[in-house]
């Protein structure tokens, strides 16, 4: 059975589909969603996970959803609540030792007089730099990318593109031309002396990076973690209350009141091409629907390497896509707590300001760099980086009374394992070494563990279709990025196939939740039809 012609069709639920649908349905087209799985937002999403407690079980904290989507799709209206953490990090260092960043300048510079007072007095100066480069990049991120198989036009459109960043002045033309090619390690070096500041800043580099902070180009990485806002200021995160799934459940509404179909436990098989035109999609149960735009929400190497059939595409095309790198050396876990970490250095069972911040075990550069070593050589480290959050200390929605959820966000965990092992058997063994890498630091951690759900490379693949465990769709380096993401010439969110379109994290400006792909693609899709 074929269906009848829709407008368009978006091959995925995740938060980019359903910004891109709502754009479209906006402007007056029939559009349906198909989703794999039985509830909609993606990686985006809040799932129970041990009796009575629940998390965001992949995507996990706020900042980068744009604040101009937030706004058109009346999310505030429709119930997201999002607040700020009262600092952004906790590093606890040693059994003595921590530091805290954010709360304010003045308080971080505090911090760090800790540990370097030239550090202290070269924060700001840092902050500014750092933010004009922002600035630059967050306009960059709401456009679309230049095509250069369009000629003088592709050319103009570059310029046009560039041409403000040409006028700002020398100091940021080298201060992008750092971040772009310098490796974090080496451009942390040329503003601080302290190991722990520049651990501080640094962890942001390998965040979805399966990189060494050593590696060129990671700087950009640290880079793009500062984008976001909430509520007007710059860089901060939050928590979005009821979690992640809060924000695509919202979603979700808005399009439905625009006539959106949104399809769940919707498998699609196949997309068809009749004579290299995208006409619709086969679904697992066999279905067959047809519409005038198929757009894709999914991994790029999964829509092309798992839904079309080579012989549709060209053989340089298919090359290529063979070699568009993915894997984010990610594993993930959420644990249900009985009570919260008591960290030597900084004791104390009850909330306090740190078990609201990102915690962060990663105390020096050198630290990162073993953990990155030890995982392409072994598969993860002995010694993994971790961040936890513990958002039950924001929502008393998501755990018991009195109890707690944490969401561990590990980094240097390799995509795949060698001589033919699986992650399927060896995540106990890895999720171990994670509890006692905190435990470490907090004794009490694994004794008030009361349920687990273990994610690794593997396992956000098969459940969120994250190729290698990759949270970005793609990793996030100068050849996958602007006008190359995913690949030179289809970076305008225009697939190699007439009527085929992208509106997922593998295309401009990238990973994390900020809606700005789906929305940039709705714009592309509008303009041709």
């Not at 039985?38 to 985006?44: E, L, M, Q, T």
């Not at 179909?261 to 068809?272: C, F, G, L, P």
Request: include cysteine; proline fraction near 5%; charge should be neutral.
């Amino acid at each position: 059975m074929t269906k009848k012609n829709l407008d368009a069709l978006i091959i995925g639920g995740g938060h980019n589909g359903l910004v891109c649908a709502y754009y479209l349905a906006k402007a007056g087209l029939q559009v349906s969603i198909y989703e794999k799985r039985s509830i909609v937002g993606g990686a985006a999403v809040t799932e129970e996970f041990h009796p009575g407690f629940k998390n965001s079980v992949a995507s996990y904290t706020v900042s980068l959803l744009n604040p101009e989507i937030i706004k058109d799709m009346s999310l505030k209206d429709r119930g997201l609540n999002i607040v700020k953490r009262p600092i952004s990090n906790f590093l606890p260092i040693d059994n003595t030792t921590y530091l805290k960043l954010g709360g304010g300048l003045e308080r971080t510079q505090a911090e760090f007089r800790k540990f370097s007072a030239r550090d202290a007095e070269r924060l700001p100066k840092y902050y500014q730099r750092i933010e004009a480069v922002a600035d630059v990049l967050r306009a960059l991120s709401v456009k679309t990318p230049p095509n250069p198989k369009q000629g003088i036009k592709g050319a103009l459109n570059a310029a046009l593109q560039l041409w403000p960043i040409a006028t700002k002045g020398n100091q940021v033309h080298r201060d992008i031309y750092d971040l772009f090619t310098k490796s974090a390690r080496s451009f942390l070096d040329s503003w601080f002396e302290n190991d722990h500041v520049k651990a501080a800043f640094g962890f942001d580099a390998i965040v979805g990076n399966f990189a060494s902070p050593d590696t060129p180009g990671s700087a950009y990485v640290l880079l793009h973690h500062v984008f976001g806002e909430i509520d007007g200021e710059k860089g901060a995160w939050g928590h979005a209350i009821g979690g992640m799934g809060s924000i695509t459940q919202a979603m979700k509404h808005a399009c439905e009141e625009l006539g959106v179909n949104i399809h769940t436990d919707a498998a699609v098989e196949q997309v068809t091409v009749v004579n290299g035109v995208a006409t619709g999609i086969k679904l697992a149960t066999g279905e067959m629907v047809e519409a005038d735009k198929i757009i894709s929400n999914l991994n790029p190497k999964l829509l092309y390497q798992k839904l079309i059939s080579a012989s549709d595409l060209d053989s340089e095309f298919n090359r290529s896509m063979d070699g568009y790198k993915c894997g984010s050396g990610t594993f993930r876990m959420n644990v249900a707590l009985s009570e919260l970490p008591d960290f030597t250095a900084l004791p104390g069972k009850e909330v306090a300001e740190h078990h609201q911040s990102g915690i962060v075990i990663a105390p020096t550069l050198d630290y990162m760099d073993r953990a990155y070593i030890d995982a392409k050589q072994d598969g993860w480290s002995k010694k993994p980086i971790v961040e936890m959050l513990i958002p039950s200390t924001l929502d008393e929605s998501l755990a018991p009374k009195g109890k707690h959820v944490a969401s561990l966000f590990c980094q240097q965990f390799s995509p795949s394992l060698q001589d033919g092992k699986s992650w399927h058997d060896y995540r106990l063994a890895a999720a171990d070494t994670i509890i006692e890498t905190v435990t470490e630091h907090a004794p009490n951690f694994r004794s008030s563990i009361l349920g687990v759900m273990i994610l690794s490379p593997l396992d956000l693949e098969e459940k969120f279709g994250l190729i290698g465990g990759d949270i970005m769709h793609g990793q996030m380096t100068l050849d996958q990025m602007w006008a190359a993401r995913p690949l030179l010439n289809y970076g305008d969110y225009r697939g190699p196939l007439k009527s085929l379109y992208m509106c997922g994290s593998g295309t401009h400006p990238g990973g994390g939740v900020t809606g700005q792909p789906g929305r940039n693609a709705a714009r592309e899709i509008l303009k041709d039809s």
